[in-house]
């Protein structure tokens, strides 16, 4: 059988040994998540077969059972190259919703058999027994496991237990349904595997993280290096530029972790419309990485968003990340480029990542194609107002900030979408304080319409279909006379920001006429004419008023019952796409 997404699924820090454990697994749904007291974990085999990396609810899968399950379990057998064994051996999952433990030979990789019975998770990590919690916690964030002692010689078996939980109101679950039903804008459940699993040889000391963050002003890259254990060797490090070497440095090393700058003299900076990479190598010892970076900074400028001084209107489309057959997962990596290029055919140079931590190969290919990316995570679900809920989402937010940093395509976080005034304001200051922490660079929205706390970008979100009621909305912004459009009034307060109108449009079309319930924001078109109108009106309005710095249209597809997208859910054509990349490419105000 054909490996379903055999592409390597980590493209900013890549090695050439490597093992994809996608394919058939055992499989079985724990309706009543008592396989850790019945001690699944030794079982022989399980009741179904399940292809990885698909969840068990969408067709991809094979399994196709789209009702609640609160936990379940995997099972694999697998064999480690006699090469490798002089080495170490990291298991990799990409994610798993939602808590997952894993056992290689039947030992637990974190807890302690049965750990998870005495584990709470109510915003804070209480502990197994006193012990550490060495499992992970979150449905959207990579982890890994170094597996090298548990290994035997012949074969060898891994079991995965996932548990998920999406009426948790500590259990963020973004656009997944509460009920058993779709309905409104939550859709399909995704539970347990849904990124790709592999296998991966290191050599005793090796490189774990790589944080690269490009300095344009004074042409330099600067690294911060971090190791699996101390090492006292050379660091060699080499950038290149259609594959010459235009910069190299040594660095005598003597710690776990080193910081360093790799002067870049040859510029070519990364642009949406000249998205210029370098390649980056380095050996550390036996281990050598791969890497590439882009030579962009972002800066906000007045009421612009520059990239490289530069002021470029963000065009933005919302996209959810779903598909029909995949759900979560994209049946194959060439989708995930495939949906680039449909929105930049018609004219947006970016999107907000809503509502979800996208697969990492979405932002490789953003990097690649020149495509501006909002990074987000997805709050919903999850009970803004408890004060437990910050250490909840706060931890794997910071795995994902983590993980996307190195993608020059990103340009902005989001870690909150329309969150109402029942919030507690100190959770969001907080994390947007932590994430400016890791990242003094790039802009954050605490967040994305309704209620704001702290915020470098005044975002609202507004869905009024009629465009001439639509332009006076935002003419206060350009008069100033009048009270400027929040979402909130008597919560919110506008104090000057670059201005973003994150979401809107939103107009209900379909193409399918099939009789299925779908939706769209406000009334119904009459004609498509009357779609074109709206669409060229809305846009319009947003790129002539010169205190907007950008837009997010809803959205780039159908997703199930809503039917507002640009394109059908299976990536059919809905519109003339050149008539809107006509519209959507008008030179803004703030670009003049």
């Not at 699944?40 to 059972?65: A, C, H, M, Q, T």
């Not at 990124?195 to 042409?219: A, F, G, R, S």
């Amino acid at each position: 059988m054909n490996i379903p997404r055999p592409e390597y699924p980590r493209p900013r820090l890549v090695r050439d040994k490597w093992i994809n454990l996608n394919g058939e697994w055992q499989f079985e749904i724990d309706h009543a998540d008592t396989g850790v007291e019945r001690k699944f974990w030794e079982r022989d085999d399980f009741n179904s077969k399940i292809i990885v990396p698909f969840v068990p609810e969408s067709k991809l899968s094979g399994i196709e059972y789209v009702d609640f399950m609160p936990a379940v379990w995997y099972r694999r057998t697998f064999n480690v190259p006699e090469e490798w064994k002089d080495g170490r051996v990291i298991l990799h999952f990409g994610a798993v919703d939602y808590k997952c433990e894993v056992w290689i030979n039947g030992s637990s990789l974190g807890l302690d058999p049965g750990g998870y019975k005495n584990f709470a998770y109510d915003g804070a990590l209480r502990g197994i027994s006193g012990k550490t919690v060495g499992a992970h916690i979150g449905g959207y964030t990579p982890f890994e496991y170094d597996i090298t002692s548990k290994l035997t010689d012949g074969e060898n078996t891994v079991v995965v237990y996932a548990a998920d939980d999406t009426r948790n109101r500590l259990q963020p679950s973004g656009k997944q349904s509460d009920r058993y039903y779709n309905y409104g804008c939550l859709y399909t459940r995704c539970t347990g595997i849904w990124q790709t699993v592999w296998l991966e040889y290191v050599p005793k000391t090796y490189v774990q993280k790589l944080k690269l963050t490009p300095d344009v002003d004074n042409k330099k890259l600067d690294v911060v290096l971090s190791l699996n254990e101390r090492y006292e060797g050379t660091v060699k490090v080499k950038a290149l530029y259609d594959g010459r070497v235009v910069s190299y440095k040594e660095i005598k090393n003597a710690s776990k972790y080193s910081e360093f700058s790799l002067p870049i003299e040859e510029m070519h900076l990364w642009f949406p419309d000249s998205p210029e990479l370098y390649d980056l190598e380095i050996e550390v010892g036996e281990d050598t990485v791969k890497s590439y970076f882009g030579m962009r900074k972002v800066a906000i400028k007045g009421y612009a968003i520059e990239i490289n001084d530069t002021p470029i209107y963000q065009r933005l489309v919302l996209d959810q990340g779903y598909y029909p057959d995949g759900i979560y997962t994209a049946p194959t990596d060439e989708d995930l480029k495939r949906d680039i290029e449909l929105s930049k055919k018609v004219g947006f140079n970016g999107a907000r990542l809503h509502m979800k931590v996208f697969e990492p190969r979405l932002s490789y290919w953003a990097d690649k194609l020149g495509y501006l990316l909002w990074g987000e995570y997805p709050n919903w679900g999850l009970d803004e107002g408890d004060p437990a809920a910050m250490l909840s989402m706060l931890p794997e937010w910071l795995e994902a900030v983590e993980r996307d940093y190195n993608s020059p395509a990103i340009i902005g976080w989001c870690p909150f979408n329309e969150t109402r005034v029942s919030r507690k304001a100190q959770t969001f200051i907080t994390v947007y304080d932590v994430t400016r922490a890791i990242d003094p660079m790039r802009p954050i929205i605490d967040s994305s319409g309704y209620v704001h706390a702290k915020t470098d970008i005044y975002d609202v979100h507004n869905y009024e279909q009629d465009p001439e009621k639509f332009k006076a909305t935002f003419m206060p912004l350009i008069t100033g006379e009048g009270e400027v459009f929040v979402n909130h009034k008597g919560h919110e307060f506008y104090e000057g920001q670059p201005y973003f109108v994150s979401e809107f449009g939103g107009t209900h079309w379909d193409i399918d006429a099939d009789g299925t319930v779908g939706w769209g924001y406000g009334k119904a078109p009459e004609d498509i004419e009357e779609v074109y109108r709206r669409f060229e009106g809305l846009v319009t309005a947003l790129l002539e008023n010169p205190k907007m710095c950008a837009f997010c249209y809803t959205q780039l597809t159908d997703v199930m019952q809503e039917k507002n997208g640009i394109y059908s859910f299976d990536r059919r054509e809905k519109f003339d796409a050149e008539r809107l990349y006509k519209i959507m490419t008008q030179k803004a105000a703030i670009e003049k």
